[in-house]
């Protein structure tokens, strides 16, 4: 009888090491700017990226994949190092320094910076679909803070994921936000040589 207890104890104690070996670690991924600057002018003012709003379903920080028209799955050990919100803001304002050549470019307030130029993006689609493509679709407005004047428009891109891993999805991820990037970058370019 205490032989049996020995070799059950003996059994659950290496149930339990395997089970503590083979648990997965999290992975954490982040957006990254990857603009490149296209030789126009440098656009006058300084720029404010923000508000970003993104649809509940991926305001999570695991990886929401796209695997059938309705259905997803939540990727517990393949997560963003930061909120979705924050992350396009700043890669948004990154590409911006680069596509219209100012470092004057924030996400948030800050003391003596008055910007000329105020983004908001609402994030309609961000789909993930693993091996495939990443989607973005987003309505975003410029406005010009002397006199108001308010340019929108709606940005759509697929890029394709250039590899199987997580890692390859979010690049794709990242270059769907350079386009968005660069439709921005353009209205900016276009709302500064209006005349007063």
Known sequence: MIAMRVVAIA???AVAAVSCSTTATSRFYTLE?????DGASS??????VGPV????AVDRPEFVVQVAPNRVEVEEFNRWVAPLSDSIARVVAGNLVVMLGTPEVATAPLANFNPAYLITIDV????????QAAVLEAVWTVRKTAGGETRSSRTVARETVQGDGFEALAAAHSR????LSGDIAAAIRAEAEQKP
């Open 53 to 56: 709003t993104i649809p509940a």
């Open 176 to 179: 769907a936000l350079a386009k």
């Open 124 to 131: 309609q689609r961000f789909d993930s679909i693993r091996g």
């Open 11 to 13: 059994l659950l104690a």
């Open 33 to 37: 700017a990857t603009a490149t600057a």
């Open 43 to 48: 656009a006058p003012g300084s720029v404010m």
